[in-house]
């Protein structure tokens, strides 16, 4: 069931009220039971893999907090188990299929048909998410960051918790955990907490609802027939791609930290106002943040990071961006796009003392709004760029795509009526400009303010939070794309 | 601390509701082919309606209200809709008998003919969202969806609230006399469900074969006109199932009309065909018909006359003209006078008639002139004349309550009137050496014909342009835009 779905809103309200007035004592067995419920609905039979994960995890905590930090071996051998069996089930519900292509595509060169049958299953929603989620409590464990969790319970409730369950954030034990372990002792009844994670949940579904599935549909008119248009309707497509990721992704997780929050939980921020930063390294720091300080955490710094000169340094960053773009899909283009970014990088970092003789030799002002707007655009372009690769069926097409952007100029698009006919009349296209401009407000606060809307809307008049939030509530109800005549969109990052 | 975060709250959320709730107002669907009958029906007063209607277009187009009232002071009411099959007449009578004791029910029985399990959405949409929420609504909306649709019409939001694409002035017309409905059709607010039709197109008549063969009726829409037959024995209430004359009726119709009257009389209640009886009414299939299911506004008025006879001479139905808690009643009668009258207009051709026509004092007749038409043609120099212009030349005028209430002089003009329905402004531009006249509705120019004598008439009593005439100067001929049924 998605967030933005009838069946979510009658599962929640219930889940929460009652959650709210059962027993503290068995209040994680209900969100657990939820949990699981929750994640049936999309495929029942797949409960078996995350609770096939969770085990795993679990038992590997067990056997190393009963084994002795000096017996290493034996550790690490728990410990790559751990892994392997995990990624086991991520490589083959995942890449599976991928592989097979890879190989008979390898194979088709020298006129081998090497196999000719694929894997007949769906891949499992949230498998990246739980299993990263999982493998990072066990690496946890293993460095001695945190105790391992002997209550089972509430260690699938961990692994399970719905809100980011099937697309993040994902996780860290010693925030996560942590707060499980003190359920019980966590104030329910606190009525700032409570509207504020409604008020994030509300905010949310706005992007989804008004601007991520609004966009989309003029996404996907010229990306589903790019042969069709010219230089400006790709550049708009490409351009509104990079806003329906944004939105679809951040309202998910924004969605996901509001309704953790409600029931008193303190999920991590996922995404920090991206298309506002300065630089690729920037952007990082604020694009799907929990990912990313996974990577670090768990794959570039145990690979070296930059401890061990420049050049592992850069192989390091490569590493971790082309896994970054297999971790969000099987595809060539996935993995091109994270190596876009990996080399993104590593030139901005090569480059830098470059940069730096330029700006001196030039005398470019450096601390005025100007230059921060230029690197703003800049970073925001290499960003809207590579999600041409992201988006795009395949590498060939994502190719032939950006070709057709240089080839096939047509700026006479921005003066006649054409505008009109990408998907979206002019009502519409009147909408997106509308919720596009608060949305730019709303993440201009977060910029300058650096604190979310709901804690922004505390720190007003009670006449301006109620008419901002009452507005926004409208405009979901009214210009959210639902209802029976709607093709209900999935979250884009479900896929994964 | 408690108590004040309590009222917030409880506030803030009157607020939204409140907002919401007038949102949902504008953006909800207003069909006039079943929405609109039900939603004016629960504004009657209690046990006011002696004749109930229920049935299809057949019924609340063909079935003319205003007639039953003027030639024989019947208080009657048509909760129809769109194809409205018994299921949904079942649950509008259902829902009717909670508030109204008619003397008299009468079943158009077309859809008895029908083979639909279900209908489409909209006609589904038509026939339940008028429906206030109770238990019948749920069961209504239950019986017209398949199981896994279900979902989608409970959701009513779910439906409409895309609807802010087409939102026409009549979404913002809450409490005038005049209503327009989602397709931006004006009707009168205290109408007892007619959807009035002008427009006239000569139809064959049909061959007015007596077939003796039954046939099944289609198993659903049989359980329901028997519930509907029980549920009025139970309340002692007397049913006419009624066959309104249409065109396109065939054989196999009339096999299933034939097993319904077999029904209808296990239930003692009667059954009258009146596709037999098209001569005997009195039925012009020449006029009376704008397509070849449904009457005009003069084709109803015929059929009713004979309906309302048949009503008078074997039910006991009381004369309810002079009771002043009919007044409603009368007021629609009138309504419905002045609509045909109305579609008189489209009719004429000859430029005598027409100028005595627009001589109505009900009428505001726009006028534009060029001078090409006026300087030499003598008719329409008469017909202006006629019509109070002197000595015309090119220009523009406004005729109101039967006198010229302004004109252009020389040089460029201009008048702007904003009338309930729409914006209608005489403009005279003075454009490459030459005066433009227009006549302009809701921002757009409206010309019947280049060379000649333009007319917007706009009628007070109906509150919206009715005609849109074009005279042309080279040989006189009249031609009518009716906007009547146009919208």
């Given at each position: 069931?998605?967030?933005?779905?009838?069946?979510?809103?009658?599962?929640?309200?219930?889940?929460?009220?009652?959650?709210?007035?059962i027993?503290?004592?068995?209040?994680?067995?209900?969100?657990?039971?939820?949990?699981?419920?929750?994640?049936?609905?999309?495929?029942?039979?797949?409960?078996?893999?995350?609770?096939?994960?969770?085990?795993?995890?679990?038992?590997?905590?067990?056997?190393?907090?009963?084994?002795?930090?000096?017996?290493?071996?034996?550790?690490?051998?728990?410990?790559?188990?751990?892994?392997i069996?995990?990624l086991?089930?991520l490589?083959?519900?995942?890449?599976?299929?991928?592989?097979?292509?890879?190989?008979?595509?390898a194979?088709?060169?020298?006129g081998?048909?090497?196999?000719?049958?694929?894997?007949?299953?769906?891949?499992?929603?949230?498998?990246?998410?739980?299993?990263?989620?999982?493998?990072?409590?066990?690496?946890?464990?293993?460095?001695?960051?945190?105790?391992?969790?002997?209550?089972?319970?509430?260690?699938?409730?961990?692994?399970?918790?719905?809100?980011?369950?099937?697309?993040?954030?994902?996780?860290?034990?010693?925030?996560?955990?942590?707060?499980?372990?003190?359920?019980?002792?966590?104030?329910?009844?606190?009525?700032?907490?409570?509207?504020?994670?409604?008020?994030?949940?509300?905010?949310?579904?706005?992007?989804?609802?008004?601007?991520?599935?609004?966009?989309?549909?003029?996404?996907?008119?010229?990306?589903g027939?790019?042969?069709?248009?010219?230089?400006?309707?790709?550049?708009?497509?490409?351009?509104?791609?990079?806003?329906?990721?944004?939105?679809?992704?951040?309202?998910?997780?924004?969605?996901?930290?509001?309704?953790?929050?409600?029931?008193?939980?303190?999920?991590?921020?996922?995404?920090?106002?991206?298309?506002?930063?300065?630089?690729?390294?920037?952007f990082?720091?604020?694009?799907?943040?929990?990912?990313?300080?996974?990577f670090?955490?768990y794959?570039?710094?145990?690979?070296?990071?930059?401890?061990?000169?420049?050049?592992?340094?850069?192989?390091?960053?490569?590493?971790?961006?082309?896994?970054?773009?297999?971790?969000?899909?099987?595809?060539?283009?996935?993995?091109?796009?994270?190596?876009?970014h990996?080399?993104y990088?590593?030139?901005?970092?090569?480059?830098?003392?470059?940069?730096?003789?330029?700006?001196?030799?030039?005398?470019?002002?450096?601390?005025?709004?100007s230059?921060?707007?230029?690197?703003?655009?800049?970073?925001?372009?290499?960003?809207?760029?590579?999600?041409?690769?992201?988006?795009?069926?395949?590498?060939?097409?994502?190719?032939?795509?950006?070709?057709?952007?240089?080839?096939?100029?047509?700026?006479?698009?921005?003066?006649?009526?054409?505008?009109?006919?990408?998907?979206?009349?002019?009502?519409?296209?009147?909408v997106?400009?509308?919720?596009?401009l608060?949305?730019?407000?709303?993440?201009?606060?977060?910029?300058?303010?650096?604190?979310?809307?709901?804690?922004?809307?505390?720190?007003?008049?009670?006449?301006?939070e109620?008419?901002?939030?009452?507005?926004?509530?409208?405009?979901i109800?009214?210009f959210?794309?639902?209802?029976?005549?709607?093709?209900a969109?999935?979250?884009?990052?479900?896929?994964? | 601390?408690?108590?004040t975060?309590?009222?917030?709250?409880?506030?803030?959320?009157i607020?939204?509701?409140f907002?919401?709730?007038?949102?949902?107002?504008?953006?909800?669907?207003?069909?006039?082919e079943?929405?609109?009958?039900?939603?004016?029906?629960?504004q009657?007063?209690?046990?006011?309606?002696?004749?109930?209607?229920?049935?299809s277009?057949?019924?609340?187009?063909?079935?003319?209200?205003?007639?039953?009232?003027?030639?024989?002071?019947?208080?009657?009411?048509?909760?129809?809709?769109?194809?409205q099959?018994?299921?949904?007449s079942y649950?509008?009578?259902?829902?009717?008998?909670?508030t109204?004791?008619?003397?008299?029910i009468?079943?158009?029985?077309?859809d008895?003919?029908?083979?639909?399990?279900?209908?489409?959405?909209?006609?589904?949409?038509?026939n339940?969202?008028?429906?206030?929420?109770?238990?019948?609504?749920?069961?209504?909306?239950?019986?017209?969806?398949?199981?896994?649709?279900?979902?989608?019409?409970?959701?009513?939001?779910?439906?409409y609230?895309?609807?802010?694409?087409?939102?026409?002035?009549?979404?913002?017309?809450w409490?005038?006399?005049?209503?327009?409905?989602?397709?931006?059709?004006?009707?009168?607010?205290?109408?007892?469900?007619?959807?009035?039709?002008?427009?006239?197109?000569?139809?064959?008549?049909?061959?007015?074969?007596?077939?003796?063969?039954?046939?099944?009726?289609?198993?659903?829409?049989?359980?329901?006109?028997?519930?509907?037959l029980?549920?009025?024995?139970?309340?002692?209430?007397?049913?006419?199932?009624?066959i309104?004359?249409y065109?396109?009726?065939?054989?196999?119709?009339?096999q299933?009309?034939?097993?319904?009257?077999?029904?209808?009389?296990?239930?003692?209640?009667?059954?009258?065909?009146?596709?037999?009886?098209?001569?005997e009414?009195?039925m012009?299939?020449?006029?009376?018909?704008?397509?070849?299911?449904?009457?005009?506004?003069?084709?109803?008025?015929?059929?009713?006359?004979y309906?309302?006879k048949?009503?008078?001479?074997?039910?006991?139905?009381?004369?309810?003209?002079g009771?002043?808690?009919?007044?409603?009643?009368?007021?629609?009668?009138?309504?419905?006078?002045?609509?045909?009258?109305?579609?008189?207009?489209?009719?004429?051709k000859?430029?005598?008639?027409?100028?005595?026509?627009?001589?109505?004092?009900?009428y505001?007749?726009?006028?534009?002139?060029?001078?090409q038409?006026?300087?030499?043609?003598?008719?329409i120099?008469?017909?202006?004349?006629?019509?109070?212009?002197?000595?015309?030349?090119?220009?523009?005028?406004?005729?109101e309550?039967?006198r010229?209430?302004?004109?252009?002089?020389?040089?460029?003009?201009?008048?702007?009137?904003r009338?309930?329905?729409?914006?209608?402004?005489?403009?005279?531009?003075?454009?490459?050496?030459?005066?433009?006249?227009q006549?302009?509705?809701?921002?757009?120019?409206?010309?019947?014909?280049?060379?000649?004598?333009n007319?917007?008439?706009?009628d007070?009593?109906?509150?919206?342009?009715?005609?849109?005439?074009?005279?042309?100067?080279?040989?006189?001929s009249v031609?009518?835009?009716?906007?009547?049924d146009?919208?």
């Amino acid at each position: 069931m998605q967030f933005n779905s009838l069946d979510f809103m009658i599962f929640f309200p219930i889940v929460v009220g009652l959650y709210f007035i059962i027993p503290r004592k068995i209040k994680m067995y209900w969100l657990l039971v939820a949990s699981y419920y929750f994640y049936m609905s999309w495929n029942a039979k797949y409960l078996l893999l995350i609770v096939a994960s969770t085990i795993i995890t679990f038992s590997s905590g067990v056997v190393l907090s009963k084994t002795a930090s000096n017996e290493l071996t034996k550790r690490k051998l728990v410990m790559v188990v751990s892994i392997i069996s995990n990624l086991s089930l991520l490589a083959l519900f995942k890449y599976g299929n991928f592989a097979i292509d890879i190989l008979n595509k390898a194979f088709a060169v020298a006129g081998i048909s090497l196999i000719d049958k694929r894997f007949d299953f769906l891949l499992p929603v949230g498998i990246s998410f739980y299993t990263f989620q999982a493998l990072g409590y066990m690496i946890d464990v293993y460095r001695g960051e945190i105790k391992a969790e002997r209550n089972i319970v509430r260690y699938a409730l961990f692994v399970s918790f719905f809100p980011q369950l099937v697309a993040g954030p994902i996780e860290r034990s010693k925030n996560l955990l942590n707060q499980m372990r003190h359920i019980e002792e966590i104030k329910l009844w606190d009525v700032q907490r409570v509207t504020s994670g409604a008020i994030l949940m509300v905010w949310g579904l706005f992007m989804k609802m008004v601007v991520a599935d609004r966009v989309s549909i003029l996404v996907d008119t010229i990306f589903g027939n790019y042969v069709m248009y010219g230089s400006v309707e790709l550049i708009l497509a490409a351009l509104g791609f990079t806003i329906q990721i944004y939105c679809d992704f951040a309202s998910y997780s924004m969605i996901a930290i509001g309704a953790a929050k409600i029931m008193g939980f303190n999920l991590m921020e996922n995404f920090n106002t991206p298309y506002f930063s300065r630089s690729i390294r920037e952007f990082w720091g604020r694009w799907h943040i929990s990912l990313s300080t996974w990577f670090r955490d768990y794959l570039y710094i145990p690979l070296g990071g930059n401890r061990k000169g420049i050049k592992r340094k850069y192989i390091n960053i490569m590493i971790v961006f082309l896994v970054s773009g297999l971790w969000h899909g099987a595809g060539l283009s996935f993995v091109v796009w994270g190596g876009i970014h990996g080399l993104y990088l590593v030139l901005g970092d090569a480059l830098k003392p470059c940069k730096s003789e330029l700006v001196q030799k030039f005398r470019i002002k450096t601390d005025c709004f100007s230059w921060r707007l230029l690197q703003t655009l800049i970073t925001f372009t290499l960003v809207a760029f590579a999600w041409i690769f992201f988006r795009a069926d395949s590498l060939f097409h994502a190719l032939r795509y950006i070709k057709r952007i240089v080839v096939h100029p047509t700026p006479w698009v921005l003066f006649n009526d054409s505008l009109y006919n990408l998907g979206l009349d002019r009502t519409e296209l009147a909408v997106l400009a509308i919720s596009l401009l608060i949305l730019f407000l709303v993440d201009i606060v977060r910029f300058k303010e650096g604190v979310t809307i709901d804690a922004f809307l505390f720190t007003q008049n009670a006449w301006f939070e109620w008419a901002v939030i009452i507005i926004i509530v409208v405009m979901i109800f009214v210009f959210g794309e639902y209802g029976p005549t709607f093709d209900a969109k999935q979250f884009i990052y479900f896929q994964f | 601390m408690m108590k004040t975060t309590a009222l917030r709250i409880i506030i803030f959320y009157i607020i939204l509701l409140f907002i919401l709730s007038n949102v949902s107002h504008v953006l909800c669907f207003k069909y006039s082919e079943g929405i609109t009958q039900i939603r004016t029906f629960y504004q009657l007063e209690d046990n006011t309606v002696d004749v109930l209607i229920l049935g299809s277009s057949h019924a609340f187009v063909n079935i003319n209200n205003g007639t039953l009232w003027d030639e024989y002071g019947i208080a009657s009411y048509t909760l129809g809709g769109a194809v409205q099959p018994m299921w949904n007449s079942y649950y509008c009578l259902k829902e009717a008998l909670k508030t109204q004791t008619p003397a008299l029910i009468i079943l158009e029985g077309y859809d008895l003919a029908l083979d639909y399990e279900y209908l489409d959405d909209t006609k589904t949409i038509m026939n339940t969202y008028g429906l206030k929420w109770s238990l019948d609504k749920v069961a209504a909306i239950k019986e017209s969806v398949p199981k896994d649709r279900r979902s989608d019409f409970f959701l009513t939001y779910g439906q409409y609230h895309s609807r802010y694409r087409n939102l026409n002035r009549g979404d913002f017309l809450w409490y005038d006399d005049i209503q327009v409905d989602t397709s931006g059709k004006p009707y009168f607010r205290k109408y007892k469900g007619q959807y009035l039709f002008c427009e006239s197109n000569p139809q064959i008549q049909p061959t007015a074969e007596i077939v003796l063969e039954k046939a099944d009726i289609m198993e659903k829409e049989e359980k329901f006109y028997r519930m509907i037959l029980d549920l009025a024995r139970e309340r002692e209430i007397p049913v006419l199932v009624t066959i309104v004359p249409y065109v396109s009726i065939d054989r196999t119709a009339q096999q299933r009309f034939n097993k319904a009257t077999d029904i209808a009389k296990e239930y003692e209640a009667d059954f009258l065909n009146c596709s037999l009886y098209v001569q005997e009414i009195g039925m012009d299939f020449n006029t009376d018909y704008r397509d070849t299911e449904h009457m005009n506004c003069d084709g109803s008025r015929r059929f009713s006359s004979y309906l309302g006879k048949y009503i008078k001479s074997h039910y006991t139905v009381c004369d309810r003209r002079g009771d002043l808690k009919y007044e409603s009643w009368q007021e629609n009668a009138d309504y419905t006078r002045q609509y045909l009258h109305a579609s008189k207009l489209l009719q004429i051709k000859e430029l005598e008639k027409l100028s005595v026509a627009l001589a109505d004092s009900n009428y505001k007749v726009f006028i534009a002139v060029e001078s090409q038409s006026a300087a030499s043609n003598p008719s329409i120099n008469s017909f202006l004349n006629e019509l109070g212009i002197k000595n015309a030349e090119s220009g523009i005028w406004l005729k109101e309550a039967n006198r010229i209430a302004w004109q252009s002089g020389e040089g460029e003009a201009l008048l702007y009137t904003r009338e309930k329905m729409h914006d209608i402004c005489l403009r005279r531009d003075y454009v490459c050496d030459i005066y433009v006249n227009q006549i302009i509705i809701d921002n757009w120019p409206r010309k019947v014909v280049d060379d000649g004598v333009n007319i917007v008439v706009y009628d007070e009593k109906l509150e919206t342009v009715i005609d849109r005439i074009g005279i042309n100067a080279i040989d006189n001929s009249v031609v009518h835009f009716g906007e009547l049924d146009v919208f």
